[in-house]
């Protein structure tokens, strides 16, 4: 099961508090030694402020032991640190208790006009900014990830793009949203922290893919979870190049991801040519059952293969963090995609030879097959008799191969049209290297 876990790999790009879940996840399965999970939590929380959660792991680890005097002394530091940005914070935090401002909130949009007004109707200085800024970087590495919210949304109403911590506190935002299980404000600041990434031009190239490759991973969360994120997930991994760029050069695990969605995403099967071309292409680099299955399916026509790699993906799935969730959708369509594709090269099947391929029952895959031909609308018919399932003749016309081709060249064309106008809207921002939220350094404990 350890051989095809990507939690050290992805763990390289996200936020240590966005590793935690991850972590947990791998406990339950006991996928490795406890111990050994123990001690990477350990080393993780060494770098938070959530000193008590460090105890407890602590005391978990080692029972006979008592808590170590550095860890009770960091606790007193860190709350004598929260009692002082408490205070300093209190005059802040009074002004967005207002009614007014809160009126004022809702109806700006316009954050330099929303500043003034602070600044002459409440005596709103400068280094408010910043003292809002450390305070909900402080409540996030304590775990309150719903007061780092709270503030870092009236911190990025205020803030000017081009601030220093304008991009970071985006990053902030988002993985607390993650945390918190906010997946429709979650979505919303993904989108908005793309485009900040996206419209920025005087980053290097270097730079630009470091970023898009930490927002890859941590998108995972919300796209995994979110209701619409299996359809864009599609569009920005596999139709925007950028993305599809950074995940070739830097990642390929993420094929692991985006062949899923794919998979699972009935209204979404035309482009699956486009990810076999992109699977084939990076296979040299990066290969798992799941990106094989496909292989062997549309690729080899390998219908054995694709069987037994089937299998391996029922593995993988159940041990994976980001797709557990998908078993069911998947092992569905994965049997579908088989079932297709094996009709299109036979005339005439045997329903205990496509039984034996679906893992499935000689009765029960005669039902399953009957519903297959009904919803999916196959020139077919079943000979209970012979036990076998015949098909028609199926050729599609000019008119029809048209449509194939060129269903994508809309949204293609469309989304070629909006990174142009970004680059022409573009505006002057600081250059910045990765996200301050997540830098390298954060995931070394893991």
Known sequence: MAEFDLTSKIGNYLDRHLVFPLLEFLSVKEIYDENEMLQGKLDLLSKTNMVDFAMDVYKTLHQESDV????????????????KLQAET??????????????????????????????????????????????AKFQYECGN???????????????????KNALSSLWGKLASEILMQNWDAALEDLNRLKDVIDSNVFVTPLQSLQQRTWLIHWSLFVFFNHPKGRDAIIDLFLYQAPYLNAIQTMCPHILRYLTTAVITNKRRRTVLKDLVKVIQQESYTYRDPITEFLECLYVNFDFDSAQKKLRECETVLINDFFLVACLDDFIENARLFIFETFCRIHQCISISMLAEKLNMTPEEAEKWIVNLIRNARLDAKIDSKQGHV?????????????IEKTKGLSFRSQMLVMNIEKKKQASMQQSTSVPHWGAPEMAQGY
């Open 390 to 402: 015949v098909m028609g003749v199926q050729a599609n016309s000019a008119y029809q191969q048209v």
């Open 90 to 135: 209190e005059p802040i935090v009074k002004i967005f208790e207002d009614p007014e401002v809160s009126v004022q909130i809702q109806s700006t949009r316009d954050g330099r006009q929303f500043y003034d007004y602070l600044s002459r109707h409440h005596g709103f200085a400068p280094e408010m900014l910043d003292t809002l800024y450390k305070y």
């Open 68 to 83: 170590p005097e550095g860890l009770r002394n960091k606790r007193a530091e860190v709350v004598s640190e929260l009692k």
């Open 145 to 163: 990830y719903s007061g780092a919210a709270e503030y870092l949304y009236f911190y990025r109403v205020l803030v000017l793009p081009n601030d």
